[in-house]
Nanobody, 121 residues
């Protein structure tokens, strides 16, 4: 089993920045991709960024150029640096991990509880 714990969510003004963290523990050797999703109230889950162990990175168009995903292998942590935040970025952000080196699968192998990001206008 893999446990994922997110942190870093906060209330921020539009145009501001935040860095989210996702710390993984457990049988992390089985994980080959980690990614971030978000879900706003009343909306469907939105995949936003992913990174594989091999270093492949992909972003959703909605965050490309503003968000950066990275990882620290020594700390078993994946980060999401968010800049130029907009009110529409307000959502619960959570990370997920997959045994396959693939993103946005119908069902993630593991998922965290999430951290709230609120962007005020």
């Amino acid at each position: 089993q893999v446990q994922l714990v997110e942190s870093g969510g906060d209330l921020v003004q539009a145009g501001g920045s935040l860095r989210l963290s996702c710390a993984a523990s457990g049988t992390i050797f089985s994980i080959n991709a980690m990614e971030w999703y978000r879900q706003a109230p009343g909306k469907q889950r939105e995949w936003i960024a992913g990174i594989t162990n091999g270093g492949r990175i992909k972003y959703a168009d909605s965050v490309k150029g503003r968000f950066t995903i990275s990882r620290d292998g020594a700390k078993n942590t994946v980060y999401l640096q968010m800049t130029a935040l907009k009110p529409e970025d307000t959502a619960l952000y959570y990370c997920a991990a997959n045994r396959l080196p693939q993103f946005d699968l119908p069902n993630s192998d593991y998922r965290g509880q999430g951290t709230q990001v609120t962007v005020s206008s």
